[in-house]
């Protein structure tokens, strides 16, 4: 017990000084000049082209693919915490020390997304059901993602965009208003999907089901076709290169990791998962 609770405090502090360090250089910083903000926008597109090809051949070892062969796990509600809670922060410290923390529609960008990560972060942790472990490599990573897609979102946001272009009249544009119902609908959608999985299991329960309420009809990973078209929404409702890299990366991380649990559906439960695609209804 006492090794267990020290590698959970080491990687919540190592999480947690992280997270403070980024928004301590974030505080002291010089705003990013358009040049190299594009540069670092292509270093991450760049980054998730390998993470998507790498993906189709490497199953992340956590949820149903769990392997001990990526190292000490922790608590996966510890995890979920760890691992998505540092974006929050970003995010609130670059809206907050920005010179557009008082406009409306700059606002509304940090609401919809705090809306987000408050629940990723806090409210579905707490949901989880099972005794899952998540590798402490993949909680680093994908806290290490958050932190700068955090920092992404808000430079462009909050800093970089030209003056005037996230005025009260974005709120009737065609973007605003397709991308908030696009974003909206997603967001209901993993929610709910992810819902239908939790009500599969009863407490105590350690077997596999096959989902089949609500988006499950037509795929196996409805939970994920729900986040994709959740952030291809941001992407549209901000209309920025930043949100549209954000939506990339979260097609490279979800598309193979819908491939790789439709093969293990068919390998598990054969003929009834039926024509249900892996994550597009129809198309794949």
């Keep these: 017990m006492k090794p267990l609770m020290q590698l959970l405090r080491n990687s919540a502090e190592i999480v947690a000084l992280s997270s403070v360090s980024f928004v301590l250089l974030l505080a002291n910083r010089q705003t990013m000049d358009l040049q190299t903000f594009h540069s670092f926008l292509l270093a991450m597109s760049l980054t998730a082209l390998v993470v998507f090809v790498a993906l189709y051949f490497v199953r992340a070892g956590y949820g149903v693919f769990q392997s001990p062969r990526w190292g000490v796990a922790v608590d996966n509600r510890l995890a979920w915490v760890l691992m998505e809670a540092p974006v929050l922060g970003v995010m609130a410290v670059m809206w907050v020390l920005s010179p557009r923390r008082s406009e409306l529609v700059p606002t509304i960008f940090f609401l919809l997304f705090a809306v987000h990560y408050v629940q990723r972060s806090f409210v579905f942790p707490l949901l989880m059901k099972g005794r899952s472990r998540m590798p402490v490599a993949i909680l680093l990573m994908g806290a290490v993602f958050n932190l700068l897609n955090g920092f992404m979102q808000a430079e462009w946001l909050f800093y970089l965009s030209p003056a005037g272009s996230y005025g009260t009249e974005w709120l009737a544009s065609a973007p605003f208003v397709v991308g908030t119902a696009m974003f909206l609908f997603g967001m209901g959608l993993n929610w709910h999907s992810d819902a239908v999985i939790r009500q599969l299991r009863r407490p105590g329960d350690r077997r596999h089901y096959l989902p089949s309420r609500g988006m499950y009809r037509y795929v196996t990973s409805a939970n994920y076709l729900g986040e994709l078209i959740e952030w291809a929404g941001w992407?549209?409702?901000?209309?920025?290169?930043?949100?549209?890299?954000?939506?990339?990366?979260?097609?490279?991380?979800?598309?193979?990791?819908?491939?790789?649990?439709?093969?293990?559906?068919?390998?598990?439960?054969?003929?009834?998962?039926?024509?249900?695609?892996?994550?597009?209804?129809?198309?794949?």
């Design 235 to 284: 992407a549209v409702l901000t209309w920025s290169l930043s949100g549209l890299v954000f939506f990339w990366w979260t097609f490279a991380n979800l598309v193979p990791r819908a491939h790789a649990l439709w093969q293990r559906y068919r390998t598990e439960f054969g003929s009834a998962v039926g024509s249900r695609k892996r994550i597009f209804p129809f198309v794949y």
